[in-house]
């Protein structure tokens, strides 16, 4: 079964960690020159606010930009790409080709012979998703201060590092699998794949803040916590009383004379005002150690999703197997 599984699926095994390696290349490359600059340039005490830390970080930004740009679609065309090339020809090719009539006929039990290349394939994108997830990690790891936020705060960063990268390929390729099996049409079932997708992205991301009871901080400064990257959930004013107040207060401060009230420096004098009145914000947010809760979550969610998925695909073709 497993020679059977290489002959199969060699194009899409090679293809897929050949990319890996290229990618591993390319961030060893820059990440190692990143680490000799700032060796080189980075006096004690950086990163922080010094001039010349900030000139340093500058320099490592011009490392780190270019290369996030190459993979920072990777959250999403990752997944996609799985879905489409490795869980969509899965089924569907067999039903197209006519091919599931003689394979799938034979004395081995169908549900074996599934289960066995269904098993070997998503062990094989495991492997490959926490690669690309432990090579993004060590090569951030070089720019941590140079770049603003956390792996938390960042949903680009969040979803390369750790375990996310592995859950969403899992998922991505239990959904491709579903469709062939649904819809028995490769092409059919590429699109129906990455349409669920690109619908999955957004309800992950939004829910992603409920994962946990945020924390609430009365602060006179809000963007301190956030700066040791925090996630914002959301932010209220509370008045000299203690009361937390569900609307920005009004009548409290006059207009600054002069501003557009819709800009950004407005907002700052307006803010200013409420603060020197005895007004404070009421912060919620999740702190940055969060960060392995929130992935052991994420991908928990996708596990589960994948082999609710997976088990409906293998009962679908045990029953329609022709």
């Known amino acids: 079964m497993l020679w059977l599984t290489w002959r199969q699926h060699r194009a899409q095994i090679a293809v897929t960690f050949g990319l890996l390696a290229v990618l591993g290349v390319m961030l060893l490359v820059t990440g190692l020159q990143a680490a000799d600059y700032a060796a080189r340039h980075a006096p004690p005490g950086c990163p922080g606010p010094a001039p010349v830390c900030q000139a340093v970080n500058a320099a490592l930004r011009d490392?780190?930009?270019?290369?996030?740009?190459?993979?920072?679609?990777?959250?999403?065309?990752?997944?996609a790409l799985v879905g489409a090339?490795?869980?969509?020809?899965?089924l569907g090719r067999e039903?197209?080709?006519?091919?599931n009539k003689l394979a799938w006929t034979q004395s081995l039990p169908l549900g074996r012979w599934l289960g066995f290349k269904i098993a070997t394939l998503a062990g094989l994108l495991v492997a490959g998703g926490l690669a690309s997830a432990a090579m993004i990690s060590a090569w951030t790891s070089v720019f941590r201060g140079a770049v603003y936020g956390s792996a938390l705060s960042n949903p680009g960063e969040f979803n390369m590092v750790g375990v996310a990268?592995?859950?969403?390929?899992?998922?991505?390729?239990?959904?491709?699998?579903?469709?062939?099996?649904?819809?028995?049409?490769?092409?059919?079932?590429?699109?129906?794949?990455?349409?669920?997708?690109?619908?999955t992205?957004?309800?992950?991301?939004?829910?992603?803040?409920?994962?946990?009871?945020?924390?609430?901080?009365?602060?006179?400064?809000?963007?301190q916590p956030l700066d040791q990257g925090g996630l914002f959930v959301k932010e209220n004013w509370v008045d000299p009383a203690g009361r937390e107040l569900t609307a920005p207060p009004v009548g409290v401060c006059a207009a600054p004379e002069g501003v557009d009230m819709r800009s950004g420096r407005a907002q700052l004098e307006m803010d200013g005002c409420l603060l020197d009145h005895g007004y404070r914000?009421?912060?919620?947010?999740?702190?940055?150690?969060?960060?392995?809760?929130?992935?052991?979550?994420?991908?928990?969610?996708?596990?589960?999703g994948a082999a609710a998925l997976t088990s409906l695909a293998i009962?679908?073709?045990?029953?329609?197997r022709i």
């Open 63 to 79: 490392w780190y930009d270019p290369m996030y740009m190459a993979f920072g679609l990777l959250p999403l065309a990752g997944p």
């Open 85 to 90: 090339f490795w869980g969509a020809p899965l």
């Open 95 to 99: 039903y197209e080709r006519g091919t």
């Open 165 to 199: 990268p592995a859950a969403w390929w899992l998922f991505a390729f239990a959904v491709g699998t579903l469709a062939g099996t649904l819809f028995r049409r490769t092409l059919v079932a590429m699109a129906v794949t990455i349409a669920v997708l690109m619908l």
């Open 201 to 223: 992205f957004p309800l992950l991301f939004f829910a992603q803040k409920d994962f946990a009871a945020p924390v609430r901080l009365v602060t006179a400064d809000r963007d």
């Open 281 to 304: 914000v009421a912060l919620y947010y999740h702190p940055a150690n969060r960060f392995w809760r929130f992935q052991w979550t994420e991908a928990a969610i996708l596990t589960a």
């Open 315 to 320: 009962a679908r073709t045990s029953r329609r």
